[in-house]
């Protein structure tokens, strides 16, 4: 699959980038590189393969929540650019 000048516009206007026009050539190189690999793993033999998620048996680790009191509350805080009623003030998130 090659890569036309016009599809590397069309593609920098969709993620809103300012390319320049000397820069074009070395985005096409870049992109049919990419697309080439693609190729190559799109077309890797698999049959007889069977589902496979990692090489190994890892799994998430969980652990208990504890609650631990933190005795220097405003050393934590010290650092905090707004602090109210000994706690982290934050701008409102939702509406």
Sequence with gaps: ?????EEILHI????????KDEE???YILNLQDILNFAN???NAPVDGMTETIGANDG????RKDEVVDFED?????????????GMFKIPK???
């Design 24 to 26: 074009i050539d070395k």
């Design 59 to 62: 799994y998430n680790v969980f």
């Design 12 to 19: 920098a206007d969709l993620a809103d980038l300012n390319i």
């Design 40 to 42: 190559i793993v799109n």
């Design 93 to 95: 998130v939702i509406g």
């Design 73 to 85: 509350k405003e050393a934590l805080l010290q650092n905090a650019p707004e602090k109210e009623r």
């Design 1 to 5: 699959m090659q890569i036309s000048k």
